[in-house]
């Protein structure tokens, strides 16, 4: 159980276009994924909370437009990175909370998106 | 601001070794602390939870430890396996009602044969 998808594993994308990247919860529902980047050789950093249903939360420094996240259902949340640059290029990774864990806050993480923007 | 620290950055040793990965960070008041493991180019996989009121946790080969009050935290590895060379990593969970975690530095383990 507490099964994290991503998708897609990875993505190739010239600059100044704009790419999708998919987080679902397989068999569970969260009402909250969180979105992390990690560059290489460096630790993870949250990006934002995704709230069912409402807006996202960023954290400090994240571009709240050009990371657009949208949590369509309890089981989906989408991250869209518009106008993709370069330094754009990262390791895009999403988790989420079971409902069986809340007390404890234990997350479960997808395998990830690698993202090259060229 | 939360900083969470690993030491040592990356660690090489032989198959058999016992050995001890440490976590250092600068609030303590926390909810509680994950280790994760992370495979090149993959995802997060969990491997122990502690809460703030526990003070170890047990899984197989792996022994996590916890000292709120000092800001520490270890993970212990018995054995040691070729196929526990990965990147370890431990995230704390501040106690401000959210679920944010905030992440370590790594730890770069390679057990040779």
């Known amino acids: 159980g507490a099964v994290v998808s991503q998708h897609p594993s990875w993505v190739i994308c010239k600059s100044g276009t704009s790419v999708k990247i998919e987080c679902r919860s397989l068999d569970f529902q969260a009402t909250t994924m969180f979105w992390y980047r990690q560059f290489p050789k460096q630790s993870l950093m949250l990006m934002a909370t995704?709230?069912?249903?409402?807006?996202?939360?960023?954290e400090q420094g994240v571009e709240k437009d050009k990371f657009l996240i949208n949590h369509a259902s309890l089981t989906l949340s989408t991250l869209t990175v518009t106008s993709a640059h370069p330094e754009d290029s990262s390791f895009y990774i999403c988790?989420?909370?079971?409902?069986?864990?809340?007390?404890?806050?234990?997350?479960?993480f997808g395998p990830g998106t690698r993202l090259t923007v060229t | 601001k939360q900083e969470v620290t690993q030491i040592p950055a990356a660690l090489s040793v032989p198959e058999g070794e016992n050995l001890v990965l440490n976590c250092s960070f600068t609030?303590?008041?926390?909810?509680?602390l994950q280790w994760f493991r992370q495979d090149p180019g993959k995802g997060l996989t969990s491997l122990l939870l502690i809460q703030s009121s526990q003070r170890e946790q047990t899984s197989g080969r792996l022994n996590a430890s916890l000292d709120k009050s000092s800001g520490r935290s270890t993970l212990y590895i018995a054995a040691s396996q070729p196929g526990d060379s990965a990147t370890y990593l431990c995230?704390?969970?501040?106690?401000?009602?959210?679920?944010?975690?905030?992440f370590g530095t790594g730890t770069r383990l390679l057990v040779s044969p």
């Open positions: 988790s989420a909370s079971p409902p069986g864990r809340t007390t404890s806050y234990e997350q479960y």
């Open positions: 995230a704390v969970i501040e106690n401000t009602g959210f679920q944010k975690l905030v």
């Open positions: 609030d303590s008041a926390i909810y509680n």
């Open positions: 995704s709230n069912e249903g409402s807006k996202a939360t960023y």
